[in-house]
């Protein structure tokens, strides 16, 4: 599947000085769009089950390509070697993609997850993958009023008094 993100607009979005991604690029034509796709794909796979993957394609939320981003960044300094003068730099780059990892992790699963995309159901009036809740309970005025609503519907339910 191809990623909506190009080269130039991953290099906008990366911290890939800009020299460093035309030297990787003329030595290795074609990489990093590669690793775009690639990463596009996983994430899109991860996300199938409960988001609208489609939509996504033509209108990625930018916490998505936030990820994708994080995803390709390791990827190029993996391919192209980190600068060992640098190691906050590296740790960074492997905490981005250890996050942005877990993070796709977290908004593929449904119970937990916390990430708000366009759901799978086109189906729906919101495009929230978020359920917004209800109350899931009452409370009456009385701690007795249960017992005369349950006997008004049971009384509705079972009109001829017979129940058992």
């Given amino acids: 599947m191809p ?3 190009t080269l130039a607009g991953w290099t906008q979005r990366t911290i890939v000085p800009v020299d460093d991604v035309t030297a990787l690029e003329s030595s290795e034509p074609g990489f990093i769009q590669r690793r775009l ?3 596009w794909s996983w994430i899109m796979a991860r996300l199938a089950k409960r988001y609208d993957v489609a939509l996504m394609q033509t209108a990625p939320p930018d916490i998505v390509l936030i990820w994708l981003t994080a995803l390709v960044t390791f990827d190029f300094y993996s391919k192209r070697g980190f600068n060992p003068s640098s190691e906050s730099d590296k740790a960074a780059i492997l905490d981005a993609y250890a996050e942005a990892k877990a993070e796709v992790k977290e908004a ?3 119970k937990d997850g916390l990430f708000d995309l366009p759901v799978l159901s086109t189906n729906s009036p919101s495009t929230s993958g978020v359920s ?3 109350p899931l309970g009452y409370s009456e005025t009385s701690p007795y009023v249960w017992q005369d609503v349950q006997a008004v519907n049971g009384s509705q339910e079972d009109p001829t008094g017979q129940g058992t």
């Fill in 37 to 39: 796709d690639g990463a």
């Fill in 108 to 110: 593929a699963d449904a």
């Fill in 3 to 5: 990623s909506p993100l």
């Fill in 132 to 134: 917004r809740g209800f």
